[in-house]
């Protein structure tokens, strides 16, 4: 009954011990994991195709929230700059590049919406992201000219706006 009535109170109080005791909470993971190693290996094994089903779900009805999230976990991940909130994340129904109707809910189609930072070292920030097919983002691996020209025309365009 006192944990039902005094949830809230009791969460922040243990958020903030973790956040005082770090190391301690960090030692102690890695304790468990090392005598757990097997279990958690049979765990991620047995619950695998179900949680790609949660994700795919999640991706399909929150795709703003899932382009986000890879964003700061990107910008930890390369040190860049990371400002942006879900509100930041609008996404078109046609890519402003190559003009194809966006896709969401598959990953890795090239129609899908993925987020561009317009100028790479400026990070993750508002202002500098845009969200583009995924086809557009990786066209500086494998450009057809009528691609690439499309991709020019854009950003001398994007460019000019944002000064």
């Not at 009535?5 to 770090?22: C, P, S």
């Not at 795709?63 to 400002?83: D, I, M, Q, Y």
């Not at 609008?90 to 930072?117: A, E, M, Y």
Request: proline share 4%; net charge positive; with cysteine.
């Amino acid at each position: 009954n006192y944990y039902k009535k005094n949830k809230k109170k009791i969460k922040i109080t243990m958020a903030l011990w973790r956040e005082k005791n770090k190391e301690y909470v960090s030692r102690m993971g890695a304790e468990w994991y090392a005598k757990n190693k097997q279990h958690v290996k049979d765990y991620v094994k047995r619950t695998k195709k179900n949680r790609n089903k949660v994700f795919a779900r999640r991706r399909k009805n929150h795709p703003e929230t899932f382009l986000l999230t890879g964003a700061k976990h990107r910008a930890k991940k390369f040190s860049l700059p990371f400002n942006l909130k879900v509100e930041d994340i609008i996404i078109p129904k046609f890519c402003p590049v190559l003009g194809i109707k966006l896709k969401i809910g598959k990953r890795g189609n090239p129609t899908s919406p993925s987020l561009d930072r317009v100028i790479p070292k400026l990070g993750y920030v508002k202002g500098n992201i845009v969200v583009i097919s995924r086809r557009a983002n990786f066209l500086k691996n494998d450009a057809t000219l009528s691609e690439l020209r499309s991709v020019v025309k854009w950003l001398t365009k994007t460019l000019k706006e944002t000064k």
